[in-house]
Each structure stands twice: as C-alpha cells, then as structure tokens.
T-cell receptor
Framework: NAGVMQNPRHLVRRRGQEARLRCSPM?????VYWYRQLPEEGLKFMVY????????ESGMPKERFSAEFPKEGPSILRIQQVVRGDSAAYFC???????????FGQGTRLTVV | AQTVTQSQPEMSVQEAETVTLSCTYD???????LFWYKQPPSRQMILVIR??????QNATENRFSVNFQKAAKSFSLKISDSQLGDAAMYFC?????????????FGTGTRLKVLA
C-alpha cells in the first residue's frame, strides 16, 4: 500500500508563473489536507478537502491560491502568479473518514526565482 | 483560537541518554488529540506518538513516551536511550475532534541533536 505521493518533489518557478502541486492520497483515504512550511517554521494548515468538496479553506491566502480534489485523480494545489514569498515546502496529508491520524507525503519544495 | 507552543528551538543529548522536549497548548475544547511528529532532513513527517485527551494514561511507543498534563495543557515527549537516528526536527501538534475536521495545529518545532 503506497503512501501519500506528492509530485514534483522540487519545483522551480519564475515570478509570475503558475505552480501546480499534486497529491495522491493513500488508498482508501478520502480526506486531503494541505500544509505550508516556511523555512525554520512549523507546518501551517491551508485547506481541507474531500472528494469534489472544499470543507475548510480558512488557512488559504485569499488571492492566487486554489485547491481541488476531483472525483478522479489527485488533489491539486494551484498557485497563480507566484511571488518570492511563496517559496516554501508544501505538504499534503490524507486520512480515512473519521480518523484523526493523517499520513503525510514527502512534500514539494517550491522555489520562486 | 488554539495554539501550540514549543519553547525549545534546539536541544542536544548524548547518545544513550534521555531527553525531554516540551510542548504546551491552549484550547477551550474538551475532546482533542495531541501528536509528536519527527521530521528528518528528508522532510518526511513521521508520526512518533499520539495521545487522546480523554485518556489519562500516558502513551508510550518503545523508547518514546509522553507526559500528558491535561490541566496544565502540557504534552512533553521523552526519548530514552537516544540514538543517532533520533536527530531531527520534532513537532508537537494538536487536533480538535469536535469540529469534525481534523486539521492539525503545529508548534514551531525543536531541533534535536544527538552527540556521539
């Protein structure tokens, strides 16, 4: 049973470009969470999704950031018009219904140049 | 709002010795969960131990144990017989159960160095 898969592991974008980060949850997991980790900081919650629904996006910046978890395929975190301050590690976690334990992917390190 | 505080940015321990990492949290919820995660240089978040708030007994996992003081809102991690492989960032995390969404609130982390 493969773990949570995130790709790419490293992503370099120039300022103003779009970044797309993908997350495939563990088999049987229907809940996906995205977190951002700035250098030398802890992980900060961004958004919680179930299939085809955004349940809680209280941690998402109001502009340029969006997330989806379609019926088929991976969850996508999209950052439009990236700026240097978006440089961070982005982690995805997944869990089963009603289960508090979330399993994390290895993260995507986004570097904006 | 819930908060998690780790007041030790860095700790060092001699190999085979015991070290305790501190964590305090603030919440008005009665039903919640607490976790310790390890993050080695690979960036992978590895669950070390978890504690349900309704359980009075402290959780243990091999060399890892917690001291959960609910009234004081304290949740420290004790690592016994420290090994070189224990060197990593350690994050304390909180998740409230009542909301139905188990989003984690993390502390800022403690970097643990293990000295040979």
């Amino acid at each position: 049973n493969a773990g949570v898969m995130q790709n790419p592991r490293h992503l370099v974008r120039r300022r103003g470009q779009e970044a797309r980060l993908r997350c495939s949850p563990m088999k049987g997991h229907s809940h996906v969470y995205w977190y951002r980790q700035l250098p030398e900081e802890g992980l900060k919650f961004m958004v919680y999704l179930q299939k085809e629904n955004i349940i809680d996006e209280s941690g998402m910046p109001k502009e340029r950031f969006s997330a989806e978890f379609p019926k088929e395929g991976p969850s996508i975190l999209r950052i439009q018009q990236v700026v240097r301050g978006d440089s961070a590690a982005y982690f995805c976690a997944s869990s089963r219904v009603g289960n508090t334990e979330a399993f994390f992917g290895q993260g995507t390190r986004l570097t904006v140049v | 709002a819930q908060t998690v505080t780790q007041s030790q940015p860095e700790m060092s321990v001699q190999e085979a010795e015991t070290v305790t990492l501190s964590c305090t949290y603030d919440t008005s919820e009665s039903d919640y969960y607490l976790f310790w995660y390890k993050q080695p240089p690979s960036r992978q978040m590895i669950l070390v131990i978890r504690q349900e708030a309704y359980k009075q007994q402290n959780a243990t996992e091999n060399r890892f144990s917690v001291n959960f003081q609910k009234a004081a809102k304290s949740f420290s991690l004790k690592i016994s017989d420290s090994q070189l492989g224990d060197a990593a960032m350690y994050f304390c995390a909180y998740a409230a159960a009542a909301s139905g969404t188990y989003k984690y609130i993390f502390g800022t982390g403690t970097r643990l160095k293990v000295l040979a």
